[in-house]
């Protein structure tokens, strides 16, 4: 169960949400590429009637992935001694241990496929939905963040294309609910802060049992604070 690399920010350790840093050096590359075009088409060919073109695709490759990194600077969160903070595009929260109602732990996704680590789903808000969806709707594969996060969308502060008109609902940008990555040099703070129940999919514990029955031990986690999901097709657990 490895960790995503952490970086400092604002003198607290934020985990990033997400890791697009093959996408932004290949933009990077790109803007090189085409400075080198303009700089040859201005200067040697003199075709200045070009020049505007390539100047313009030249800001946009350079300034684009510049800004995507600043943007999401401040997305990620921080496990702190009584609660989790994290912040996600225009939102910041905070959710106190005392107020997670459950803790979800499925499996994560990476360049469109399933992987085995586990993925972290705190809810913090209305619980009855969610569940009733990872343990009641019909299963394609084993449950993943991905499910999870398409299904709650806004709710969870996730938006794409087909629901980003909601972030100007009203009251939209308060989330309580937040995703994240397995880490292991922040879990122990959660799982010696929270004292309520945790669902964990069937496929998880199949992969990482030994760890799940140490962890149960070591921090006195009791069997009625364990909920399973079984995320399984007919007994056998489908990965694609």
């Known amino acids: 169960m490895s960790g995503r690399k952490w970086f400092a920010l604002n003198k607290r350790l ?7 840093d093959v996408i932004e050096k290949i933009l990077i590359i ?21 020049a505007g073109v390539f100047w313009g695709l030249c800001l946009s490759a350079w300034y684009c992935p510049a800004l995507l990194f600043l943007f999401k600077l401040s997305e990620g969160y921080v496990v702190l001694d009584d609660g989790i903070s994290f912040r996600y595009r225009f939102m910041k929260n905070k959710l106190l241990y005392n107020d997670i109602k459950c803790i979800i732990i499925s499996n994560g996704n990476g360049n469109y496929r399933i992987v085995k680590t586990p993925y972290v789903t705190v809810i913090g808000g209305e619980q009855d939905e969610i ?5 009641d709707s019909p299963k394609r594969h084993v449950l993943t963040s991905n499910d999870i996060r398409y299904y709650l969308g806004e709710k969870i502060g996730f938006y794409y ?8 609902k009203k009251g939209s940008s ?5 995703l994240f990555v397995w880490n292991e040099r922040e879990m122990h703070k959660i799982f010696k802060g929270y004292l309520g129940d945790y ?4 496929s998880v514990l199949e992969n990482y049992d030994d760890e799940f029955a140490d962890i149960v031990k070591k921090y006195n986690i009791s069997s009625e604070q364990i909920k399973v999901i079984d995320d399984s097709i007919k007994g056998k657990f489908i990965w694609n």
């Open 174 to 178: 308060v989330i309580y609910n937040y």
């Open 199 to 202: 669902y964990i999919a069937a």
């Open 131 to 135: 569940l009733r969806y990872c343990t």
């Open 14 to 20: 934020y985990y990033p949400r997400f890791n697009s």
């Open 161 to 168: 294309p087909d629901n980003m008109w909601k972030i100007f």
């Open 30 to 50: 790109c803007g090189a590429v085409l400075c080198i075009c303009f700089l040859i088409i201005n200067f040697v060919f003199g075709k200045k009637d070009l």
